[in-house]
Structure formats: C-alpha cells, structure tokens
C-alpha cells in the first residue's frame, strides 16, 4: 500500500510499486496533463513536482514522471500541472502566453512545472539560472525564443522574490495554490514506506532501468535505495571525502563541499545530463551501469576513488579503478550493493579538469570523456591520473601515459608525447557515437585541452599543432 499526497487530496493504492508515476497519472488517476512522449526522461513534457518533507519544511523537485517509479512516492507530495492551477491563469502561464511560448501546448505543462521548480529553490531569481532549469524541456514548435523571452520576463516581474519566504511569496503571488502551505503537517502522519521482501530488486534514481527494463520493473518488488538516509549524504570523515551511494548527481553538484574539492563540478556535471534527470541520478546508479563512458565513473577515476560495499553483513572496499573487469560487468556480487565512494580531496598544488565532446554538448552521452588530476613540484609533474571513457570497453585508467608524463617538465613536447603514447593504450570502436579514428582524434584533442585549460601560462596551443 503506496500513502501520499496528490495535489490536494490524500491518496492510499495497491498498486505495482515498480509502475511509473506517469502510467498511474494517466491510466489511473485520469490526469493527463503531463504529456506521455519519449517515455525516456528526455523531453520534460511530463514532468512533475516530487515534495518531501526537510528540515523546516519542504523541498520540491521538478522530475520526469515517466521514469519515476510509483514506490517512490510513499509519505510525499506529489503536484501535476492540474494541481497548480487555479480559478484563472498563474503569473506563470500568463507570462508564457503574453511571449509567444505557447502553441501547440504538448510541452507547456513541463515547462510551467518545471519554472515552478525553479522558483521555488533558487538562490537568487535571475534569467540565466531559469533558462538553465527549463534545459530538460524540449519544445518542436516555438524554437525557444519565445520560451526564453518568458524566462526573462518572468524573473523580471518576480525579483521581488529574492531573499523572501519563498512558498509563502508563491502563494500570496498567485503561483502556487494556497493548500501548499499544509502540506508538510498533512504529510507527517502518513504511513510510511512498505519494507520490501528479502530479494527485492535493489533501485536507485532508476533513471536507466526505468528505460531499459519497464516491464520488468513494472511487476518488481523495489527496495528504493534513495529512502535510506545511511546511503545519503555528502561528508569529511577519516578517509577522506564520503558520498552517499543513493545521493543524487544534483546534490553532488550543488554540495558546497564538492564545489571546495573541485571548484569546476557545477560547469562539469552540467554536461552530464538534464536538470530533472539529475534530481534522480545516484552516484551509485553511474557506477554500476558501467558504462565505458559514464561520466560519474571518469570524474572519480581521476580522483583515485574506493568504493565500499556491503551484502547487509559484511562490507569491504575496492578501488574504483579495479571495479570493471570487462565490457558492463562490476566487480560486485549480486546480494551486494555499494553504500559509498570515498576519495582524497584535491591537495591546494593539485589540479583537475574534466572534458566531455558528443553529439551534442549538453543532454547527450559522451563520444569521449577524460579527467585529469595533476601536481606539479618545481616545474615538474609530480603526480598525475588520467582517465578517459569512450575508447575501450571499458572506463580507462591511462596508466602508460601517466608513466610518460610523471617527473616531465610542463612543456608542449610533454604534452604532445603524452597524447601520443595515450593512442596506444586505446581500442575505440566504431558506433553511433562516432568512427574509432574519430575518437582517438577526440582523446588527443581532449588531452590538449587539459593541459591548456589548467596551465594556459605554460602551455599555448600553438605550440601544440
């Protein structure tokens, strides 16, 4: 039995917990405003607010409800495009309507949804950041211009907003319906999640198993990883930084913390994928998807990560580096599940970069990525790791051109051997992501561009061709 909020109204069902919340919306509650169109967390025309209660109060997330399991939804609030409507239009829709961002309607619900979201947790109210937010939103009729003429006028009528008590000024403005300042005392009696029977199918974001396997999960008992506070959470302890396996890539992105261990991560993890996919991504999900170009697993490659696991009794570690022995198999027994990832944060000598190229810069998967972690002493490269996805079945460590550049002054000809040695160590195929000589071209362009990027004083791309 599933307990939670719809909108307005309390909700109890007995319903497959691995159902996507869009099939329950649609078929079942007959509220079709979020539209069914990729089925694959892609376009955003279905998205919808997930709440849940925090300390003083609420958080809410736009997500995409076509890769969101039923489950997920035990002892939260979940809000559609028809809970936010009121007796007339919301400064929301009026604005997308007064700037040409509507016209055959399919996406608009996700869109307003989706601003919806955004105004509800962003830091300061501005045009970049909301036009950043509608990034999972896509739209075939008004080529966007209209759209982010409607984010701009919208921050410009809601400034007002900055600094204030953010769902009470969202509620006295029209935005959202006056029931939302319930919510958190109607949710706290709720039931809570069901415990799954013994050898449940372990879920985490979900976000590729709700694509790849629905009928499966569709009749699957779930344990939702995500509800389980011990596998949350960004921290110090004695072995370094530790993240939660079941912590979202967006938390991971807005955690103050990371953004001191990697000042870049909020630029980086903005190729990896869309807003509202990132709101459901774990960081255990990336890892063991093993996919040879996942993004999570060459960004903490570089950072010489160890994994910890556990079957419920026992855990142990691995390095991550040793976690893939071969093409999408992990070093990881079936009752086990990664509780979390721990690394040393960068020394204040030590440089990073990350460096992704696909078919599109942002929403796609890598053709090649790379991270680099480099120190230098005295003019000299003292310690460095270089992994790169997308050019062996596997996630790879550039072990032989790490050796190549390790004690090597910071010179181009440095540079240049090390991306020379790099194509040796490779074995890129042929696929939809681009030709193997394409992707060895990518690796050594990529290689230039972390050395460029990190030591633009010592390194000219002149002296690079």
């Not at 405003?33 to 609420?58: F, I």
């Not at 996919?277 to 570089?302: E, H, K």
Request: proline content about 6%.
């Amino acid at each position: 039995m599933i307990h939670f909020i719809l909108n307005d109204q309390p909700v109890r069902i007995d319903l497959p917990r691995g159902l996507t919340v869009l099939e329950f919306l649609r078929d079942t509650a007959r509220l079709t405003g979020a539209k069914a169109a990729c089925w694959e967390g892609d376009c955003g025309s279905c998205q919808v607010l997930l709440g849940e209660p925090v300390a003083g109060g609420m958080r809410y997330d736009a997500v995409n409800s076509c890769i969101l399991p039923l489950g997920e939804l035990a002892g939260r609030h979940l809000v559609t495009i028809e809970g936010l409507n009121g007796a007339g239009l919301s400064p929301i829709q009026r604005t997308l309507v007064e700037c040409g961002a509507v016209q055959c309607g399919f996406c608009t619900p996700g869109l307003v949804v989706a601003l919806t979201g955004y105004l509800l947790n962003a830091r300061s109210i501005d045009t970049p950041a909301a036009v950043a937010a509608l990034s999972g939103n896509l739209c075939r009729c008004t080529g966007y211009a209209g759209i982010r003429a409607a984010a701009q006028e919208l921050c410009r009528r809601l400034q007002s907003l900055a600094g204030a008590d953010r769902l009470q000024a969202l509620i006295g403005g029209g935005v959202l319906p006056a029931y939302f300042a319930t919510i958190a005392e109607r949710l706290a009696p709720l039931s809570p999640p069901d415990r799954p029977a013994a050898g449940a199918v372990l879920v985490a974001g979900g976000t590729d198993l709700f694509v790849q396997q629905p009928e499966r999960m569709r009749q699957a008992d779930c344990r939702f990883l995500s509800r389980e506070s011990a596998l949350r959470g960004i921290g110090m302890a004695a072995g370094g930084c530790a993240i939660g396996a079941a912590t979202t890539v967006e938390e991971i992105r807005e955690s103050p913390l990371m953004q001191a261990c990697c000042p870049s991560i909020r630029e980086d993890f903005d190729l990896f994928c869309s807003p509202p996919v990132r709101r459901r991504a774990t960081l255990a999900g990336n890892l063991v998807n093993g996919s040879p170009g996942g993004d999570l697993i060459i960004y903490f490659l570089a950072l010489d990560a160890t994994l910890e696991l556990t079957d419920g009794q026992q855990s142990r570690r691995i390095r991550l580096q040793d976690f893939y022995p071969g093409y999408k198999q992990v070093a990881k027994r079936p009752d086990e599940w990664i509780t979390r990832i721990r690394f040393q944060p960068p020394a204040p000598a030590q440089r990073f970069s990350y460096e992704k190229v696909g078919k599109r810069r942002y929403l796609d998967i890598a053709s090649v990525n790379t991270a680099l972690s480099i120190t230098l002493a005295a003019g000299r490269i003292a310690a460095v790791r270089l992994a790169a996805g997308g050019v062996a079945p596997v996630p790879l460590l550039l072990n032989k051109t790490a050796a190549v550049l390790l004690g090597q002054p910071l010179t181009a000809a440095t540079v240049h051997a090390a991306a020379t040695v790099a194509q040796s160590e490779i074995a890129p195929i042929t696929d939809r992501r681009g030709s193997a000589d394409y992707k060895r071209l990518l690796l050594r362009q990529l290689i230039y561009a972390h050395f460029l990027k990190l030591f633009p004083e010592a390194i000219r791309w002149e002296d690079l061709r």
